[in-house]
């Protein structure tokens, strides 16, 4: 279920059961609407009826947080969703799951502060471009050895990231300078407009209230100054991507929880294209998104059952971390 495909062809039960169990734990609200959502035929037509990856139980989820809705599963909530559905169809269809988690920095800091500095940080599926800024938040980083770790251009005031470690990592957030940041998305979002920045809290599953503040800081940090956001298929696009890197700097390409949405051959031909590219290349995707990468990590077999994404440099996988960058175990 972790390719994004699969939205658009598997039943709304099986779908909502799913999305039950991923919820579960750590949003109780989300997964006990979801297990009656998928137990009560009456409102499968019209989510069945959505197109394609629109069926994403997510952005429903997300459109009915937007709306204000009740998050209570029974009555009241199916008379809303009769009541209100051409207002939630419309968000459906007008917005995607662009969920632009700045947590990840945690687990991005590391591998780009091992490059020589300063980076140029281009990447694609930017959202809001809040995962543009692993220079600008500070790191608390806990396990064998605890750090609390603020990059030299990061405001005394900024986000604190947490992140439980395991292993060493690849470099020292401490040293990592960034002088140029750009990114690509076929719907690029306004960190600093109200209504975007509403649709970003709405992703946020109801119960996590740590992480809605640690988002609601990354869009005040990221609104004061917007990144520089292009317009576009990271398919045709990339070129434009990459000329926006600054001479004298060591470009980067990231992309995380973006490469999911594409078709497999696409996937690889963006991949081929950025090694062709010259650039160095961090991945951060789910164990079986980048066709190179699936099944290299030792105990691979082990891990199947505990959710979990790849953190790869240039095509090296160099850990494990948790989708939203709550932990890491560096190889």
């Avoid at 069926?55 to 809303?80: H, S």
């Avoid at 800024?133 to 990059?151: L, Q």
């Avoid at 926006?244 to 949405?261: I, K, R």
Wanted: glycine content about 6%.
């Amino acid at each position: 279920m972790r390719d994004e495909h699969a939205f658009s062809t598997r039943p709304i039960t099986e779908l909502y059961t799913w999305f039950a169990g991923e919820t579960e734990p750590t949003s109780a609200t989300w997964a006990a609407l979801c297990r009656w959502i998928a137990e009560t035929p009456a409102v499968h037509a019209r989510l069945d009826a959505l197109p394609g990856r629109k069926r994403q139980p997510n952005i429903f989820l997300a459109a009915v947080r937007y709306l204000g809705g009740p998050t209570e599963p029974g009555p009241r909530f199916l008379a809303w969703f009769d009541e209100h559905w051409p207002e939630i169809e419309r968000v459906i269809l007008a917005r995607s799951t662009q969920t632009n988690e700045p947590g990840r920095c945690a687990v991005f800091a590391p591998v780009l502060a091992s490059l020589p500095q300063p980076i140029s940080l281009l990447e694609v599926g930017a959202s809001a471009g809040l995962t543009l800024y692993p220079d600008r938040y500070r790191y608390r980083y806990a396990g064998a050895v605890e750090a609390e770790i603020t990059p030299p251009t990061a405001p005394a005031d900024a986000p604190l990231l947490r992140c439980r470690v395991t292993g060493t990592p690849p470099g020292d957030p401490t040293y990592l300078v960034v002088s140029a940041r750009a990114g690509l998305d076929v719907a690029p979002l306004d960190p600093s407009d109200p209504d975007d920045a509403r649709w970003l809290r709405s992703l946020v599953w109801p119960g996590d209230d740590e992480r809605e503040a640690r988002l609601a800081e990354a869009l005040a940090l990221v609104g004061a100054k917007p990144p520089h956001l292009l317009r576009g298929d990271l398919t045709d696009k990339l070129d434009a991507l990459l000329a926006l890197a600054a001479p004298g700097t060591t470009p980067v390409v990231v992309n995380s929880a973006t490469l999911a949405y594409l078709e497999r051959p696409e996937r690889d031909a963006f991949v081929a294209r950025v090694r062709d590219a010259g650039v160095h290349w961090l991945s951060f995707e789910g164990p079986s998104v980048v066709t190179s990468l699936r099944g290299v990590l030792p105990d691979a077999d082990a891990w199947r059952s505990r959710p979990h994404f790849v953190v790869a440099l240039d095509g090296t996988p160099l850990g494990r971390a948790h989708a939203h960058g709550r932990w890491v175990e560096w190889e």
